[in-house]
């Protein structure tokens, strides 16, 4: 396909296969919503263990002990806490994630123009990431800090179904500073996440596409192309859970009852960046990895379905 719009003028909505209209970023969002709703509910048990490590590290020591003791003390359904707000949260999270990046960074190489946009693709990706995930934040928070709240309050302290449990959240809103207080270390979890996410896939794939199948793109199946996206989605997902982990840890450390009413730095300097950045983390690389894998996997297979391609390696 030609990179020119009908006016003769080079324009980054006209780089892939298919042209990046108004039906092409919708179909993007609702692909976001498939990758990241079904794929974070899916690992709503390694979610309820690490966030549990975290707050309470004592207690739950390592990622298989952890579970086994959830399940022992509370049944199946103390391992699902929280899968109601999980997707309702992240399949909202996904339509702007991934809807959003693509708008942007057609925004910003159209910006940027020709030479910049082919000089400096990183940047591209790393603004586009940036914008999206703001966004995207912004619908999350009320579902994750009711998430959070749902899997880490003491069995039979906090309701656990999805209505009662926004319902509870809404009614002590000034103690648990609904719908937005968690907003800032969402923010500074989030951003640098994605950012991470979209740049070293980005990247990755590039590399493979240079450097192990050098024949242009199209010239492999989809299933080549499918694999190439799993592969450097979960590589990108090592890195993704390195960087965000000690914000990640901040966010649930806001949900436990003695931190009620303390700052976000009077939290960390308690708990201290080593702990912040260390406990859980080796359960976090196994979610995050395998989680980022298979959005990518989900969002490129649908994309594929919908005759638009699949990401990078232009």
């Not at 396909?1 to 080079?10: C, D, I, N, R, Y």
């Not at 057609?106 to 990183?122: P, R, V, W």
């Not at 591209?124 to 309050?153: H, N, R, Y």
């Not at 207080?181 to 590399?207: C, D, H, N």
Request: aromatic share 14%; proline share 5%; hydrophobic share 40%.
């Amino acid at each position: 396909m030609s990179h020119l719009a009908p006016t003769g003028k080079w324009d980054a909505r006209y780089l892939g296969p298919v042209p990046h209209d108004a039906s092409y970023y919708a179909k993007c969002m609702l692909g976001g919503v498939l990758a990241c709703g079904i794929t974070h509910a899916g690992i709503t048990p390694l979610d309820v263990t690490k966030c549990n490590m975290q707050v309470s590290p004592a207690k739950y020591k390592g990622l298989a002990s952890g579970l086994s003791l959830i399940f022992k003390e509370e049944g199946r359904k103390g391992i699902w806490k929280g899968v109601g707000p999980t997707f309702v949260g992240y399949s909202l999270q996904g339509m702007f994630k991934y809807g959003l990046y693509e708008f942007f960074k057609d925004f910003y190489g159209n910006l940027a123009g020709e030479e910049i946009s082919n000089k400096y693709k990183g940047a591209l990706w790393l603004a586009g990431s940036a914008s999206a995930e703001f966004f995207a934040d912004i619908a999350l928070c009320p579902l994750e800090m009711t998430k959070v709240k749902i899997q880490t309050s003491p069995a039979g302290t906090f309701p656990v179904p999805f209505g009662a449990a926004l319902a509870e959240m809404s009614k002590t809103k000034i103690e648990t500073r609904f719908p937005f207080g968690s907003i800032i270390p969402l923010w500074s979890r989030q951003i640098p996440y994605t950012m991470a996410k979209f740049y070293f896939f980005e990247s990755i794939v590039a590399l493979f596409y240079k450097y192990v199948f050098t024949e242009p793109k199209d010239s492999y199946g989809k299933g080549t192309q499918l694999g190439v996206t799993f592969a450097s989605g979960y590589a990108a997902g090592i890195v993704c859970a390195v960087v965000s982990h000690p914000a990640d840890s901040l966010v649930s450390q806001l949900g436990k009852p003695v931190n009620k009413g303390k700052s976000l730095g009077a939290i960390a300097s308690e708990v201290g960046f080593a702990n912040l950045a260390t406990k859980g983390l080796g359960a976090r690389v196994i979610m995050i990895g395998t989680l980022t894998g298979f959005q990518w996997w989900i969002y490129d297979s649908f994309k594929t379905a919908m005759g638009m391609g699949t990401t990078g390696g232009k």
